[in-house]
């Protein structure tokens, strides 16, 4: 009902009777009713729909919907005072006695309307938080963007169970928030279609390890060196061993690589390119001594421009989640699970090879090529070709344009520079010392590509 319609005296008496009225007969107040009760309907009916959370479905639910209640909410008594405000002084309005029945009449709605919104509100915010700390929202609500990431982390057996918040979001209210403002900027560029595909490494962007790994893990704690058996296939099928023995160590001792870096009074600090593969300036200060290493023709000057920052676990374990895989790697893997058939002869070249052409359809096509190749074994080759197009389409994501290689995975030095980006590189010290570079620093070599290692007959492993 239009303002002009009713009399002042009308107003005063409908308001009276029914306090409703006195928020909704200005249309910023309606605007509020109508947005709180449209979204509360809204909310309960999707509730009731259960639905997974995941993808815009998700974020209409536990955002949007959230966010017109608390607007609408607002919306409301600032009609009223807007309405207020504009109204002539003299005119009667809504205007009454505090000690009168309908103030009394007045005070109970809104008490109970107030319980009924803080009860809402509440589960709202509890939802909306929830569902934004959990792994759907960080996983699927932007689909594509996030697909590679989601997809590689599901596929990492250790940290599959592990929220996207525990390494990407340090703990407490503050840094909830600071995450949700970077959500809401990101958000914008999804809309927009303006971000960076591939999404860069958030190399100083990570919260602080010690607050997201530490939570879990600790480098103080001596780890025992470690055997790794590294099973590889060549190119026509025979499978050979590598064993290493790692020498982890730890911080309390200062032993082994985690002691190396990150043992007591240790701080290595690195400029590095925004891609973390180069470092033109490392400083290691141990027990209060510092030794600097520059790569050839750089100096302190030079260093303008660059990320500069403490070591961290990252620069190591830059794949704790999200390891995407090598075609030569994921194949080894595949033949020795026995999901790529070993009785295909020279699978493991032609395979890989495969791997690296880039398909539209790689169930479909992959499955032609190999049905070709080997006509007289279709079984197999099928088998074989669902397990590429398994392992192509967990690794290869055109439409964020990331390929073989896109992440590489630090650990190592094999597959990436890695260690060798400091070991073993160019960098060197005032004095000519370089940073060390000999095998058995980090590993005992116990056997290199052996077709059965006698190592392990030794330890009885049939690994
Ligand atoms: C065990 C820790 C951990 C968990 C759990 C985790 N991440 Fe990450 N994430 C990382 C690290 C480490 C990096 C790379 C940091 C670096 O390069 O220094 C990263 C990088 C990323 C990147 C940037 C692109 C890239 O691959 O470098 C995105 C996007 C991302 N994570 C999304 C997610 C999402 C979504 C989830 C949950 C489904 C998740 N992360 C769970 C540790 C984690
Ligand atoms: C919520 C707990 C949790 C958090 C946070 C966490 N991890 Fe883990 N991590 C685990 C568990 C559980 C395992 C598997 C059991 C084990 O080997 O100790 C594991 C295993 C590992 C391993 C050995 C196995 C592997 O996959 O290589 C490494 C290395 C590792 N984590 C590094 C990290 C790093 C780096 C971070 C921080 C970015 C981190 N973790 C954060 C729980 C966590
Ligand atoms: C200089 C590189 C480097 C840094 C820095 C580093 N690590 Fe490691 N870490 C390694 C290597 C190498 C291994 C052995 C991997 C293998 O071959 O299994 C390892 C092993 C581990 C393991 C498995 C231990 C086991 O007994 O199996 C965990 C867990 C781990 N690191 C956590 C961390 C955390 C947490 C941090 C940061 C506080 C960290 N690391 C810093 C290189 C590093
Ligand atoms: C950002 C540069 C950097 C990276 C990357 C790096 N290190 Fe180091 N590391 C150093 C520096 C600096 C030292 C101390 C100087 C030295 O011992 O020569 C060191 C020392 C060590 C030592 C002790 C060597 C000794 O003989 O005392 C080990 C072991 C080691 N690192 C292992 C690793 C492993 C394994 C990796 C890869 C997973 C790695 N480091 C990656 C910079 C790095
Ligand atoms: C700074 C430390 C460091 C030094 C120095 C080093 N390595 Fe390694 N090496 C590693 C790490 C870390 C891995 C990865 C282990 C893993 O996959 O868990 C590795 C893996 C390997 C592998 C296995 C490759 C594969 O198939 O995955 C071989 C072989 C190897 N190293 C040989 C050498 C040789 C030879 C030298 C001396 C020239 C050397 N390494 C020096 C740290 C080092």
């Given at each position: 009902m239009p303002n002009q319609a009713n009399g002042p005296e009308q107003r005063g008496l409908a308001s009276r009777i029914l306090?409703?009225?006195l928020f909704s007969d200005n249309w910023l107040s309606r605007i509020g009713i109508v947005l709180v009760t449209s979204a509360t309907v809204f909310w309960l009916w999707m509730l009731g729909q259960g639905g997974s959370g995941a993808g815009y479905a998700g974020i209409l639910q536990f955002v949007l919907l959230p966010v017109a209640f608390f607007i609408g909410l607002a919306l409301i008594p600032a009609g009223v005072a807007l309405d207020r405000r504009q109204r002539p002084q003299d005119a009667p309005g809504v205007a009454f006695s505090w000690k009168s029945e309908a103030a009394?009449?007045?005070?109970?709605?809104v008490g109970s309307v107030t319980v009924i919104n803080v009860i809402l509100g509440g589960t709202f915010s509890y939802q909306a938080v929830h569902y934004m700390e959990g792994n759907e929202f960080c996983g699927t609500a932007c689909h594509s963007v996030m697909s590679p990431e989601f997809t590689a982390y599901k596929d990492t057996a250790t940290h599959s169970h592990v929220e996207c918040v525990a390494c990407h979001v340090g703990p407490g209210a503050a840094n909830f928030v600071q995450a949700k403002l970077n959500g809401t900027r990101q958000l914008?560029?999804?809309?927009?279609?303006?971000?960076?595909?591939?999404?860069p490494e958030p190399i100083d962007r990570m919260h602080d390890t010690k607050e997201t790994c530490g939570a879990c893990h600790s480098t103080g704690v001596e780890s025992p060196d470690?055997?790794?058996v590294l099973s590889k296939f060549s190119d026509d099928n025979q499978l050979t061993k590598?064993?290493?023995m790692m020498k982890i160590g730890g911080a309390k001792s200062g032993k082994g690589i985690h002691g190396a870096h990150m043992g007591g009074g240790v701080n290595i600090r690195y400029a590095s390119t925004a891609d973390r593969a180069s470092f033109p300036w490392v400083s290691r200060t141990k027990a209060g001594v510092t030794d600097e290493y520059f790569a050839p023709g750089k100096n302190k000057d030079s260093l303008a421009g660059l990320v500069l920052k403490d070591m961290s676990c990252l620069d190591c374990h830059n794949r704790p989640s999200h390891r995407f895989e090598l075609p030569d790697r994921?194949?080894?893997q595949a033949m020795l699970d026995g999901s790529i058939p070993t009785s295909l002869v020279s699978i493991k070249?032609?395979?890989?090879?495969?791997?690296?052409?880039?398909?539209?359809?790689?169930?479909?096509?992959?499955?032609?090529?190999?049905?070709?190749q080997y006509a007289q074994q279709k079984t197999e080759a099928a088998a074989a070709a669902k397990t590429l197009a398994a392992i192509y389409t967990r690794n290869v994501f055109p439409q964020m344009k990331i390929t073989w290689g896109t992440y590489p995975n630090h650990l190592g030095h094999t597959d990436s520079p890695g260690c060798f980006r400091c070991h073993g590189s160019d960098?060197?010290?005032?004095n000519g010392k370089q940073i060390a570079q000999d095998c058995g620093s980090c590993h005992q070599m116990l056997a290199v590509d052996e077709a059965s290692p006698k190592i392990l007959e030794d330890l009885g492993t049939g690994q």
């Open positions: 306090p409703i009225l009394k009449k007045l005070l109970l709605f914008l560029m999804i809309t927009t279609g303006k971000y960076a595909r591939p999404i470690k055997l790794r590598t064993v290493l994921a194949v080894d070249k032609n395979a890989v090879d495969l791997l690296k052409k880039e398909y539209s359809q790689p169930e479909q096509e992959i499955t032609s090529a190999l049905q070709n960098l060197a010290g005032a």
